[in-house]
């Protein structure tokens, strides 16, 4: 468990609607279409899809979660990772060309940035899927089972949390991903997540992101 393994991962399939619906479009024009196509062909090959991750022993007591290396009093977090015996802690990255595009793209043309932007947000959720997946797949086969994946800044887990999971994760050297003083990771199109071991079958929990999160004014969180 000391040890911090890489995965990388070949360019998961573009899912459009999702695209569209990170640049906040509902009913898309022939000329969002068009942009849309555009911009996935700018973008084309410009990802560089990596993950490290680790797993950690998990421990509760008088409402702290003890993740081994960090403790917090999180309760959404706490609700999630109910009956996990450990945690898979990951970091991944779709890499920072496609920062510098948007950034160019800004000063130029605010609709391409902002569709250039939505592809990287759909990029990185999707290589999280990925990465979820084969965990999940992994512990299937030793009869285990896995919770929604859980990130600092979901519900009431601090972003401060951040500078724990950066130090065990060596994300820099690692990933080449960073954390600035105010939390902020670069490449932007960056997550860290925690996903729950357990030998429960949780059936009845949701299998994506936003399921465990209280934020329900978020614009982002998934109904379904």
Known sequence: MNTVFLKSFAPPPVDRLEVLRYAGVKE???ETEALLD??????EGVFSYAVCYREFPVSFCD?????SFAKTESKDLFKNLSGSTSVVLFAATV?????????????????????????????????????NQEITKEKKALGLFTTPRFSPGYGDLPLALQKDIFAVLDCPRKIGLTLNESLIMSPTKSVTALIGVTPCDRKNT????????SKADCAFRRTI
């Open 38 to 43: 555009d911009s996935l062909q700018e973008a």
């Open 28 to 30: 898309p024009s022939p």
């Open 63 to 67: 409402g702290v979660c003890d993740l």
């Open 206 to 213: 949701k299998d994506r992101p936003c399921s465990g999160c």
């Open 95 to 131: 890499g920072i060309t496609l920062d510098r595009l948007v950034s160019r793209y800004s000063k130029i043309s605010p609709a391409r940035a902002l569709m250039l932007n939505a592809i990287g947000a759909e990029r990185i959720e999707s290589l999280c899927n990925a990465f």
